[in-house]
């Protein structure tokens, strides 16, 4: 890829796969994207453009594509599902918008050839723990944790040929912990990188926040006292964050940056649903280095062994099987009678294709009588 940031580029089609039950649908592979194309219209090998989610598309254009229905409001390229499986991008046949297939050549960019951008968070004013208002806008580089669906949607996902890690799922409340790209450098940052008084990280910054929302960074300001920062002091993340990636990486190496994802549980979380617990804990359960979800082995040993937080509990290692996940559905939490909320499922290699949740029965009747806050 030309440019790494890029959100329309080329890209050949690796594979097309039939979907169940369509008769004028496909799934077609784009590199690492999924996309729903129209049968037979394609072929593997194919060259085009790939607008993926994110991009924003002029109306004009996609009125001339026929996709203005396919996007947001406000002209996004969305994720959406239909047949049970998931298209994250549109293709952009080049002949419609005055190109030649002969002349595309893989990785190349086309945001500005064909007026596409992408997206970038609306600024909001919020109220500093210093009392200050300040208008603050999110990082788009600080990305949200990818929400994998409930087995039960996705029937299949899973063979026998498939090695698998399985986790404790925890009810609790989602945090992520970063240390990203700043949207832009300050006035200041800006003098003292000209004249060489700053040192090579002065590009990256401190964020966290929740599942979706993002509770402050260094450039910016922090809100007031909340889990998440008492979380981040407890384990001191933001000291073991910035001296993990200067000790592995250079700022070039670290790309946008790299996020870590987590669960925050115990009293005060959700509920009547505290674990059996005295104070609020923490479990890592991925990582995002670049722009790229890790393989299971890396994020277990960053965790517990680099950055020495505390790893999500692992149930199993090996081949798939139904026995396999059946066994550990059902359980309790240590010393009590309550059921566990469930188990998550994923791919060895990390690829966000092969992910699910699966919910213990037993957790969901004991929600319905306790007024547990609904499982995610």
Known sequence: MKNENSICFVEKINEIKDIEGADNIQLGVIGG????????????????????????????????????????????VKTVKLRGVYSECLIITPELVGLKSNDLVVGDDYMDKLGIFKYEPPIKQIQLSSGRKIKYQSNPSFGVYYKFPNIKNVKGMFSESDEVQITRKIHGTNSRYGIVKKNRLSFIDKVKKFFGFTDEWVNFEYVYGSHNVEKGSDSQGFYDTDVWSKIAEKY????KLWSFVKEYYTPNLLGDGMIIYGEIFGPGIQKNYDYNLKEIEFVGFDIKLGNEYQNIYYVKTIFRNLLELPHVEVLYEGCWSQEIQDKFIFDKIKDTKIPHEGIVIKAITGERQKIAKVINPDYLIYGEKNDVGDSH
């Open 33 to 76: 994207w999924n996309c729903i194309i129209k049968k037979d219209q394609h072929t593997v090998g194919d060259l085009v453009i790939v607008a993926t989610t994110d991009a924003v598309i002029p109306f004009k254009t996609s009125e001339k594509l026929g996709i203005t229905n396919y996007l947001r409001k406000d002209g996004r």
């Open 236 to 239: 001191k993340i933001k000291e």
